[in-house]
């Protein structure tokens, strides 16, 4: 005898929302992809709508020059500082994200290529250690496009922003809204689509994600 198996309902793994669809937003599906209802998604930035500025303190007077793009997917809206840990014309600093966590580190007249993607150059003072460049980045809700949930990635995918209500295919180049929870209700954890394989320490990390969104698992 054949066995069917149904699959999850759209918006059947909500147990509870705010009112007025507050818990809910359009997100954008990126190209490529094959979302089902309850899939936990992850958010790649669009480097090209995010926004950038710069501020510094200390005495070395070179140009840091923004790449084009300025970011890669994954980066992260705040504040970025890169420290000289060095000094002369080819000092070498450190860069933080917005958590305080070091990135990666690079010299002064050296491209550096990470979540935030610049030159530093020398000027007619040189930079001295401890001086500081600030780079203020703005990611906005929807500078994001979607993808399923990828514990394993590093281009933003590792980091779950929503849940899908609906299901969306996308083809290449194509790209599609759907009606995802994104903030303030609680699901049912029998219901949601996680990856094959995903281990318990990773999904512990994907609740948390949730949880900061004010989503709860039960």
């Known amino acids: ?34 979302v089902i209802p309850a899939n936990l998604l992850g958010g790649k930035a669009v480097a090209a709508d995010v926004t950038t500025a710069q501020s510094r303190t200390g005495s070395g007077n070179g140009v840091l020059t923004f790449a084009s793009p300025a970011v890669n997917s994954s980066v992260k809206t705040g504040r970025y500082v ?35 993607k610049f030159t530093v150059a020398d000027g007619a003072t040189d930079f001295a250690a401890g001086d500081q460049i600030f780079l203020d980045i703005g990611v906005e809700p929807t500078d994001y496009e979607y993808v399923p949930w990828n514990p394993a990635g590093t281009d933003g995918s590792e980091k779950v922003r929503a849940i899908a209500c609906y299901g969306a295919v996308t083809g290449v180049g194509e790209t599609k809204k759907i009606t995802a929870l994104r903030r303030d209700a609680e699901v049912n954890g029998k219901m949601l689509n996680l990856p094959n394989g995903v281990t318990a320490a990773q999904t512990a990390k994907a609740y948390a994600d949730l949880a900061a969104l004010g989503i709860i698992v039960r």
């Open 1 to 34: 005898m054949t066995v069917l198996t149904e699959g999850i309902h759209p918006v059947e793994f909500i147990m509870s929302e705010s009112g007025w669809h507050r818990s809910r937003d359009a997100v954008k599906i990126a190209a490529s992809q094959t």
């Open 82 to 116: 890169v420290t000289m840990t060095g000094s002369g014309a080819t000092a070498a600093f450190q860069v933080e994200d917005p958590t305080g966590k070091v990135v990666g580190v690079g010299a002064v007249g050296t491209a550096f290529d990470k979540e935030v």
